[in-house]
C-alpha cells in the first residue's frame, strides 16, 4: 500500500496598476486557484496494480478584478493495471482506467465544460 499526498497554496495578486481605474489590484489572477490539493492511494501485489486518486482545485476568478468567479470541484479517478505478460522477448502493460467517477460536471476554463466520466483501456507492447 502506498499514500501519496500534495497541497499547493499559490497567492499570485496583481500589484500596481496600469490606470486609475483598474480594480484589479490586490486580487487574485484569472484562472489560478489559491487551493489545490491531490491525493494518491495505490495497492500493488506482484505484477497488479490498482490506484485511486482526487483532485481538489478551488474556486477562481474569470477576471482580473474578480467580478466573475468559477466554483471549486473536486474530480477521483481509479484505475488497474497488469504488467506480467510477455510474448517472448515483448513485455506488455495492460491497464484499464476510470477518470472523473462519479460523473462530475465541472468547467476547468469558464463555459467549456469538461467530459463526464471517460474509460481508457491501454496495451503497451514494449520490444
Avoid: C
Amino acid at each position: 500500500w502506498a499514500l501519496s499526498t500534495s497541497y499547493i497554496y499559490t497567492q499570485a495578486v496583481t500589484l500596481n496598476t496600469v490606470s486609475g481605474t483598474d480594480t484589479s489590484v490586490g486580487k487574485q489572477l484569472p484562472y489560478t486557484p489559491l487551493h489545490q490539493a491531490n491525493g494518491k492511494l495505490q495497492f500493488q501485489k506482484n505484477d497488479l496494480r490498482w490506484f485511486f486518486t482526487s483532485v481538489f482545485v478551488g474556486k477562481r476568478s474569470v477576471t482580473a478584478n474578480a467580478a466573475r468567479e468559477m466554483a471549486a470541484y473536486q474530480i477521483f479517478n481509479t484505475g488497474l493495471s497488469y504488467q506480467g505478460f510477455s510474448f517472448g522477448k515483448a513485455k506488455t502493460y495492460l491497464g484499464f482506467q476510470i477518470n472523473n467517477l462519479f460523473n462530475k460536471e465541472y468547467q476547468v476554463l469558464y463555459l467549456r465544460p469538461m467530459p463526464g466520466r471517460a474509460y481508457h483501456l491501454n496495451l503497451t507492447i514494449q520490444l
